[in-house]
């Protein structure tokens, strides 16, 4: 084992930065994938909205 307290804290300071690393990337990758998910929620929704607006548009013109 090695006694000198630096090489201690500092091997202790390099696994708390690997695991910060690892949890930012999973919060990373979450985020990517909401982001994702927004997108094409918004598309879905534009095309929801579109259709709504031609229903509204026929029976406009109907009258």
Do not use: C, F, W, Y
């Amino acid at each position: 084992m090695n006694d000198d307290p630096h090489a201690a804290a500092v091997a202790r300071i390099e696994q708390a930065l690997s695991r910060i690393e690892r949890a930012a990337q999973v919060k990373v990758d979450a985020n990517q994938a909401i982001a994702t998910r927004h997108a094409a929620l918004k598309a879905r929704i534009g095309d929801a909205i579109g259709a709504l607006d031609a229903v509204i548009a026929r029976e406009a013109d109907a009258d």
